[in-house]
């Protein structure tokens, strides 16, 4: 198992930028796939985007691609997500997620472990 905590939400105008974090606690955080998911409200859970166990792979939803990256640091045990660009659509709860990679990574039913989530709101 292992433990998510999400940081570094907040509200910022369009065109700023923000930097989620995700610490883990855990001794197997090396051998999960990592990724964010956003939920905003009235609406279901979306991927953002995918980082394999040693980071050498990512994957952006199209809505975020160019304006998002994701990142891992696997001896901090720390996963974060750099926005920039950001949009009043942006708006949301980020939730961070980490799992045992199957092949789907933007299903969110390949992840077992969430954070309690963080809010992010883009003002126009």
């Known amino acids: 198992q292992v433990q998510l905590v999400e940081s570094g939400g907040g509200l910022v105008q369009a065109g700023g930028s923000l930097r989620l974090s995700c610490v883990a606690s855990?001794?197997?955080?090396?051998?999960?796939?990592m990724a964010w998911f956003r939920q905003a409200p009235g609406q279901e859970r979306e991927f953002v985007a995918f980082?394999?166990?040693?980071?050498?792979?990512?994957y952006y939803a199209d809505s975020v691609k160019g304006r998002f990256t994701i990142s891992r640091d696997n001896a901090k045990k720390t996963v974060e997500l750099q926005m920039n660009s950001l949009k009043p659509d942006d708006t949301a709860v980020y939730y961070c997620?980490?799992?045992?990679?199957?092949?789907?990574?933007?299903?969110?039913?390949?992840?077992?472990?969430w954070g309690q989530g963080t809010q992010v709101t883009v003002s126009s």
């Open positions: 980082i394999s166990w040693s980071g050498a792979v990512t």
């Open positions: 997620a980490a799992g045992y990679y199957s092949g789907r990574h933007s299903a969110a039913d390949e992840y077992d472990n």
């Open positions: 855990g001794r197997t955080f090396s051998d999960h796939a």
